[in-house]
């Protein structure tokens, strides 16, 4: 037994504990209220249940189109925590490991929860929203909704990454054009992946593509028969074989001759990038992914890069003309002040005096401005009272900083005066604004915003589901007056703007107009022009101060690298040809991702007694998508006829309350022809959070005296953790035998108690300390007949 309870304790342990360097901080306490919708419960905190409304409308229209699709409707609830920043969201306690940069979402599977950050982007929010509930409704299918079924044996179907992943992202968004860029590229490839070899980033967008083929081959109703498929088999290529007959080895030369049919027609007239720019930094050579975010010095001597070049995120001052690296800047994801660099939304700035540049980053608690100096690496660091901090701007005059600010679930442009010390708001909307950029004398930034004819911020009231965030274009607005003024009007998007210097009306940006990410030249008071006809993609522009050349990155080969392109403002009007996605949406009459109901739907008033069959569907194998789920009466209690209390939008808002449930019990049981039956189970209990966590553990055959057991407790919420155990731990010894042939036992106990807490101060530095106290007892045991024995002797 001592073996066993030693694998128990370890179990308990690695729960717990946190890996080295990786530390999980609660900065602050939240204050956690919730609304309900039929089918999910939407966690929040602060004063404004915007958000949170929002998610519960998005969730809702995104399980109806997901369930058609899967031919199945949640049998249980699904709990959506909501965080306002990627850097609250790193503190939950939902998921145990650290949710490092780049991680949008994620849904867990002890109890189907999906924890969601928001930053900034009502778009891609909307997108990360439908995707982890992809997960929860194929966790519910599949699973159960619980990890128990995977721990009991009773499930052993792994749906593979790309399966997964790739699912999820079509059912989210169907295709757009940076898919379609990532798919063109890979198609000219010399060795397209095969299906089982889709991991990592080619995972989601290879996986993506490969449902795409399916639904268009054989109908969307067929990605419910392979789930199906794979549930009823218990295997996902058996799965894949039942329901359209052929194996992965088959799917792969299917998939491949529709990536050729698709984008070979696309290839021609278009220029690889290198035709058009010269490569700077090669993705193959440094065996790397990222080379990104480019900014040019002014006096165009030197780029600042963010590359991935070392396994980690740094930022680099290369060559302008060649590209060699002259030194690493910055490393980050190892030390407090640049744990994170931004990698969604970096942004590099330089000063006019090209000796300094300005970066956002995570620092501890809170993100931060690092003003640091490119030639000795000393920085200043500037924080300010926001959620999250993206792409700074440094002014002409080397005296502001533009950058994008979270809130309190809003985006806005914030300009810093660094002499006066001063922070204005220039966006105070819910509108989602990114991308700030200076004209020549600093009285002009133009950015990029989803806001549409909105350029007052006075309807910014109204709840953003009723906006259409789905596209974005560029505005300008005048630092002197407060005017916001719409650059463009398009059914595209653009994004990533930069004005000339030496031709004070002209700027230049990327847009995905005709379906490729091009650079548009546009000259105000005329149309805009497309500089470049490329195969894949250009994006994050730089310019030097006479203009005379432009550094962007682009995607190629499978990876990023940054590219310069001489003398920009002579470069002639290219005509960009339409691809076949965009010629074929065009045929396409309903989008998958609106395969839904789009009303408002009130939840919460106006309900009837009857059954509604407007959202039911006749037809074979849809059987459980229309029963109706079962409502809990302490969710019903929020579905009210009273609307006293109502939000606006028609939700009640509940004080969160902790409510202990079961996350997995799991064990074992033997027999020994010496001590008998014998076994242990351990059962895992937390609240919605994963603030409070109970484990206890037993023997199955309960006594008190020779049982091994313990219980734990872990207390979370607070920037100090808490854990408190309790443990009975019991040996049964041979001591020999009597005079009269009967047997004498040993039984020592060990009575033990701890307390331990921790305290993280950042990432990578805590401190930590507990006490323990034991207790033994030893007792000989005399065998009085066959099956008893009496106790003898206790010490």
Known sequence: MRNIIIIVILLIESLLAQSFGQNKVQYKEFDWSLISSPNFDVYFY???????????????????????????????????????SHNDFQQTNVIWQYMQEGIGGVTELFKNRVVLPFEGDYKQFRHVIHHELVHALLNDMIYDGTIQSIIAGRVKLQIPLWANE???EYLSMNWDTKADMTMRDLSINESMP?????????????????????????????????????????????????????????????????????YWPDV??????????????????????????????????????????????????????????????????????????????????????????????????????????????????????????????????????????????????????????ELTVLTNDIYSDSEPAWNHDGSKLVFVSDRKDDVTGQNASEIILEHDYSQKDLYIIDLVSGNISRLTATDHNEDYPIWAHTETNTLFYVSDANGVWNIYRHNLGTDPVAMTNILTGAFQLSLTEDDDYLVFAGYADMGWDVYSMSHPLEKEAMEVPVTRYVMKQDEVSEDLTDLRRHKRRQWSTGRTTGRDYQG??????????????????????????????????????????????????????????VFGAQGM?????????????????????????????????????RPTDYYFSLSHIANEYFLGYDVNGYQRRGLLRNFGIMGYLSHPFNRFMRIEGGLSYHYFSFS?????????????NNN
Do not use: C
């Open 616 to 673: 039911w569907i006749f037809a074979r194998e849809y059987d459980h998508y229309n029963k109706p789920m079962e409502t809990p009466e302490d969710v019903a209690e929020n579905f009210v006829t009273d609307t006293t209390d109502l939000s606006e939008n028609g939700y009640v808002s509940k004080a969160y309350k902790t409510r202990f449930t079961l996350d997995l019990v799991n064990g074992y049981a033997s027999f020994n022809n």
């Open 46 to 84: 602060g004063d404004d249940t915007q958000l949170a409304e929002f998610t519960a409308e998005v969730a809702e229209e995104a399980h109806e189109q997901i369930s058609k699709h899967l031919r199945w409707t949640l049998k249980k609830r699904v709990s959506i925590i909501v965080y306002h």
């Open 780 to 792: 000989e045991w005399q065998q009085v007949n066959y099956y008893e024995f009496q106790e003898v």
């Open 166 to 168: 790739g699912l999820a």
């Open 268 to 421: 021609a007239g278009r220029d690889e990038i290198e035709d058009i720019a010269k490569r700077l930094t090669d993705h193959k050579k440094e065996k790397n992914y990222y080379n990104i975010s480019p900014s040019v010095s002014p006096d165009g001597s030197k780029i600042a890069v963010l590359s991935d070049r070392s396994g980690y995120f740094d930022i680099y001052i290369l060559d302008a003309i060649d590209g060699k690296e002259i030194r690493r800047l910055v490393k980050g994801n190892r030390s407090v002040d640049f744990e994170e660099l931004k990698l969604l939304q970096p942004g590099i700035s330089w000063a006019p005096d090209s000796k300094r540049i300005v970066i956002a980053a995570k620092a501890g608690k809170t993100d931060a401005l690092y003003l640091i100096d490119v030639k000795t690496k000393k920085k200043e660091k500037l924080i300010f009272n926001l959620d999250g901090i993206f792409t700074a701007a440094w002014s002409p005059d080397g005296n502001q900083l533009a950058f994008i600010g979270t809130k309190d679930g809003a985006s806005d442009i914030y300009v810093y005066d660094i002499k006066a010390a």
């Open 194 to 262: 095969t299906v089982k070899e889709l991991e990592s980033y080619m995972a989601y967008k290879g996986g993506q593509s490969i449902w795409r083929f399916i639904a268009e081959k054989y109908g969307r109703e067929k990605i419910g028969e392979i789930i199906t498929a794979m549930k009823m088999t218990q295997n996902a290529e058996k799965g894949i074989e039942r329901a359209l007959g052929m194996d992965y080895e088959d799917l792969t030369k299917q998939w491949h001759k529709y990536l050729k049919k698709e």
């Open 681 to 717: 189970t351990m059962f895992a209990f937390s609240d919605i959070l994963g603030d409070h966590q109970i484990y206890f553990g037993t023997e199955m055959v309960i006594d008190l005296k020779r049982s091994d057991y313990f219980f734990s407790y872990a207390y979370l919420t």
